[in-house]
């Protein structure tokens, strides 16, 4: 990139709606020196994740820019969200093969929509021209101790998730323009599409959950492959009720074995997976959180009484060319 | 990357070395969760820095894997050391075109070794397959207000650098086996080759400066475009002295249009600048630091008494074929 250029990208994203996104004030100083400052709060511990997005592996290369940007930073923010932590900011590292500055709006527009729904801010970055690449580093804090993590669950423990299951897969096939059934309208179409590019991560959730689940993490490499990192985390056997598992209208479009499919091996749906104790789920309060089985002393995944495979389990977006 | 290739490159990365790098011990959990956990400690700070690494861009085609695990972990270091902080620990984002078990091996061993030298730990990362990209993000800690800013510099300061200038550059043209002088011998080379492949990050200086420099940061894009930017930062001139600017032995190998060019709009040299009043230069003690010309009131960079122009800057390593 050319000085002018890096200047050019910079505006993007020195924009007001990018570097003050929302209350989380714990930026002492933001782009434009060495590095970031950010400022501890008293008792809390630190909590940091690091993902990469590649174009025909994470997102198909027809897209919006708003969209992927909005993505990028959400699938994040979800990991942030299963442990518990408030987010407070991010790290941009970027690699473009070009500057296409209507690219630069859209994409910076879809990382400020989401920065703003989590009230987080754009603390640093790298811009390096080379074959598309989007890293994205989150940062949260969460009260010393209270982290949850996946190891915790006990048997007795209720096995419950945060929202439906299968968006993720049933949003990628619409965005692919896959064949889709007749009964899907276009506001399902629409609803999908957006689960899929707009996934929310369900912090709020996660901040409920503090103190009251046992366990926890997002879902996004399918419920039976994550059920199955749990449950070796824990030393337990998660036991999984079929009828149980929550799906949204959208997808009573697809039969029931393809619709199940997905919803138990898609990725990509960013809710959160948890257990907890009965008597602590009583006290959550109205969140929609739906209970999907009970940890058991034993191990593996098991689905209606039969041991679960994961079977390869999902490996994101794969372009069909790669096979 | 199948989840067997994902196991592989994870045995790579999970190793001792890597995870217990050093006595830093602030990771409370590391790989393996969601997130990692990080203890702050109570009245300090956190110091954060992205950057990412693509072939043909920040390094040739033409590489060991051990030093390019060396150096994307040392050029981001080196931005904490610009700030005085102390480093924590790193995450890692990695886009591999394939899996390639000795790249893994020489990769990882050199990030270790950085990683060795600084104390600190791989405490998260993510990997996916695509064109070569790493992404390295590093964490720091400093105690609350002593983070060195590039904007402090006062008129009086001494302008000063923490080593050798046009190292990187002159290592680069011995990396690409540029035509090279006969007067540099085997030790010369593979001196400079070195100190571009292995840069050593100043981290205890930039410790030394705290509450004693006024202004400092990393010199990477090369001296005059650094302090250009230093001296926008604080609304000064600096004034540098052709004759005070230090080089290494084997520099003078070249003729001297050349290695002022170097010392001058070289870029990677990763040693600190910085602006220090003389009786706090005096406290420092026995670093090998170097006053290299002085901080005036005014504005823009001078040398011996002209305006110097950093000429369209350095723009890091570019293949030959990009023009």
């Given amino acids: 990139m050319s000085l002018g250029e890096f200047g050019l990208i910079g505006r993007y994203f020195q924009r007001t709606a990018l570097q003050h996104a929302g209350g989380n004030a714990a930026v002492a100083l933001g782009i434009g020196d060495d590095a970031a400052l950010l400022e501890p709060t008293p008792g809390c511990q630190w909590v940091i994740s690091t993902d990469s997005l590649v174009q025909g592996v994470h997102f198909p290369g027809v897209y919006s820019p708003f969209d992927l940007g909005y993505r990028a930073l959400a699938v994040a923010v979800s990991d942030l969200a299963a442990m518990a932590a408030r987010p407070l900011g991010f790290t941009l590292a970027l690699t473009l093969p070009d500057v296409d500055e209507s690219w630069l709006q859209g994409f910076s527009d879809g990382l400020a929509r989401c920065a703003g729904d989590h009230h987080i801010s754009l603390i640093g970055g790298d811009t390096t021209r080379g074959p598309l690449n989007i890293g994205v580093t989150v940062y949260g804090e969460v009260p010393a101790g209270q982290a949850l993590r996946r190891s915790g669950a006990r048997p007795g423990d209720l096995l419950c998730v945060g929202g439906p299951l299968g968006d993720g897969a049933a949003g990628l096939a619409v965005v692919l323009r896959q064949s889709l059934p007749e009964q899907l309208d276009a506001g399902g179409r629409d609803y999908l599409a957006r689960r899929f590019w707009q996934p929310r991560a369900q912090c709020e959730l996660g901040l409920a959950l503090r103190g009251r689940a046992t366990?926890?993490?997002?879902?996004?490499?399918?419920?039976?492959?994550?059920?199955?990192?749990?449950?070796?985390?824990?030393?337990?056997?998660?036991?999984?009720?079929?009828?149980?598992?929550?799906?949204?209208?959208?997808?009573?479009?697809?039969?029931?074995?393809?619709?199940?499919?997905?919803?138990?091996?898609?990725?990509?749906?960013?809710?959160?997976?948890?257990?907890?104790?009965?008597?602590?789920?009583?006290?959550?309060g109205d969140w929609p959180v739906t209970v999907i089985g009970r940890v058991e002393a034993g191990e593996g995944v098991w689905l209606d009484g039969q041991p679960a495979a994961a079977d390869g389990g999902y490996q994101h977006f794969k372009e069909p060319s790669d096979g």
Same sequence: chains 1, 2.
Wanted: proline share 3%.
């Fill in 215 to 284: 366990a926890a993490m997002d879902i996004s490499d399918g419920l039976l492959q994550d059920a199955g990192h749990m449950a070796r985390a824990s030393g337990v056997a998660l036991h999984l009720q079929r009828s149980l598992l929550p799906h949204c209208a959208a997808l009573a479009a697809w039969p029931e074995c393809q619709r199940l499919d997905w919803m138990l091996r898609g990725g990509d749906d960013y809710v959160l997976l948890f257990s907890i104790a009965a008597a602590d789920l009583e006290q959550l």
